[in-house]
């Protein structure tokens, strides 16, 4: 197996990641800069590396030979994560929620890169950052270091802090799409002055996330801060569902950008935006910085 060190790798990657200007007359006089996040990496692409960079160091510096961590069968994060153990020599678990069923294509490429998978129902999914429940898993697998579901541990606002840091432009608001916390958690971390921070979450009913948010604040920098807020109306049914008006949103966009955008996050949260900048919420004359955490194509 080649083991490449953290160093040397994240020189490969395309960092800081490009800024450009997304041109539509439909934003008005509010200038929005796409943060391409997409384009750093194949796999650990978007949020991931921003989110797992910390945690491959400290999981490094304390030993540990074994990544665990938990996901939908249809998780992004799994995949970055057996990619990422395959890349830097760490054995890793995969515990996905629900029965076993035949592999998708990220399942695959999870095993592909060496992941073991195993299975959590429902019930005991929900309560898999239980002491006994993460007992339950070391007594089966040995020592772990664990990586919670999406990656949004504490040492994950570092990696997305930096990301605030690369951009030169002057901005007044960042924008993303919410899963876990993670991203907007460490987007609100990095910021200056009067910035703020505007996450869409694409679940729904899902305004348990406000305090997940808050609580990964507490735990990695001591305090909630108050510059970033979830939007919670856009999730179009809940998670990796869609409605005619997000499709119509994303052939209307590939057809004025010659781009297609990832529906589970990307366009959820990029249909939000527009709308707050119809509805008046973004303030005309606004910058704002919008970042790419999935893959967004260009097309033909
Ligand atoms: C492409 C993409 N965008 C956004 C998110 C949401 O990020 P977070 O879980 O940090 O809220 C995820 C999940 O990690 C993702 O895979």
Request: glycine share 12%; aromatic share 8%.
């Amino acid at each position: 197996m080649v083991v490449v060190l953290l160093e040397d790798f994240e020189r490969s990657l395309r960092l800081p990641s490009p800024l450009t200007e997304l041109s539509d007359d439909r934003l008005g006089s509010v200038r929005v800069l796409m943060k391409r996040d997409d384009l750093i990496d194949p796999v650990l692409s978007g949020n991931k590396w921003r989110k797992l960079k910390y945690q491959l160091v400290d999981a490094r510096s304390r030993g540990a030979t074994t990544l665990l961590t938990f996901g939908g069968a249809y998780s992004n994060h799994v995949r970055a994560v057996a990619a990422a153990g395959r890349r830097f020599g760490f054995a890793t678990i995969g515990m996905i929620r629900g029965e076993e069923q035949p592999f998708n294509d990220q399942l695959a490429a999870a095993v592909a890169d060496g992941m073991r998978l195993h299975y959590l129902d429902r019930a005991t999914y929900r309560a898999k950052t239980a002491p006994d429940v993460l007992d339950g898993l070391r007594q089966k697998f040995g020592d772990f270091y664990l990586v919670p579901e999406g990656g949004s541990a504490p040492l994950a606002l570092r990696g997305c802090s930096e990301m605030i840091a690369e951009i030169q432009e002057r901005f007044d608001l960042v924008v993303c799409p919410v899963g876990t916390g993670g991203t907007l958690a460490g987007l609100s971390a990095g910021l200056t002055g009067g910035q703020r921070a505007l996450g869409f979450s694409v679940l729904r009913g899902a305004e348990y996330l406000d305090d997940e948010v808050a609580g990964i604040q507490v735990e990695a920098i001591g305090k909630r801060l108050d510059n970033w807020s979830i939007n919670h109306r856009f999730h179009f049914g809940g998670f990796a569902r869609r409605k005619s008006e997000l499709d119509d949103f994303i052939a209307e966009f590939r057809d004025r950008h010659g781009i297609a955008l990832d529906w589970v996050y990307v366009a959820k949260a990029l249909y939000g935006l527009y709308a707050c900048v119809e509805e008046g919420v973004v303030g005309s004359g606004a910058t704002v910085v919008f970042v790419v955490t999935g893959p967004m194509t260009k097309q033909g």
